[in-house]
């Protein structure tokens, strides 16, 4: 009888309907890959990681933060950290192409490896659901392209941070490196 009773607390345990009450509301969104046709459950890929969220463009003054968010993403990515970039065109037009083009040119001029997902509207008029609830615990929504919000392991908003504030700016980084400590292992 033991034996059955364990078995059926475990069940429970993985059922789609435990699952869905531990993911934090801020992952519990699927989106597309980037130029695919794959959705990821946000909170089945990344609960428990320390997440950065970025709105981004291919021909704005600022796109070469891309760099600083592959060195970010390469450099504490083994201890928790991901970073999501989330393409849009709302901002001066500055995301025109294709997400084919889009992931083109991250690939082949950034190196970029960390994970895209389908170009989205971020801007309060027309944002997708993902970035209404981040801009509304953060009480901004991004005002430019390349705006970060900072997600915890438990998938609370830690931090938001302004276009300007480039992906290494000491800022940044103390906010990740806090949290990469608070929650189990940092460097």
């Known amino acids: 009888m033991r034996t059955d009773l364990v078995g059926i607390v475990l069940w429970l345990a993985s059922s789609p309907l435990a699952q869905a009450a531990s993911c934090p509301a801020t992952l519990d969104f699927s989106l597309r890959t980037l130029a695919g046709e794959e959705r ?16 981004t463009a291919s021909k704005c003054a600022y796109t070469d933060q891309y760099s ?7 450099t504490y990515k083994d201890q928790g950290l991901v970073v999501l970039g989330f393409p849009s065109n709302d ?6 192409g294709s997400e084919k083009q889009i992931k083109a040119f991250c690939r082949l001029t950034y190196g970029v490896q960390f994970p895209m997902f389908e170009k989205i509207h971020v801007d309060r008029a027309r944002a997708h659901p993902f ?9 901004g929504y991004p005002r430019w392209n390349f705006h970060k919000y900072l997600l915890g ?6 931090a938001s941070f302004d276009t300007a504030l480039e992906p290494g700016h000491p800022t940044v980084l103390r906010a990740i490196r806090q949290e990469l400590d608070r929650q189990g292992g940092g460097k």
Not at 131 to 139: D, H, I, M, R, V
Not at 153 to 158: D, F, K, M, P
Request: with cysteine.
């Open 40 to 55: 990821v459950r946000l909170c089945e890929r990344y609960a428990g990681k320390v997440v950065l969220v970025v709105n």
């Open 68 to 74: 600083g968010l592959e060195t970010l993403y390469e």
């Open 91 to 96: 901002f001066a037009g500055q995301e025109p």
């Open 131 to 139: 970035y209404q609830k981040l801009a509304t615990l953060a009480g």
């Open 153 to 158: 392991r438990e998938g609370g908003l830690v």
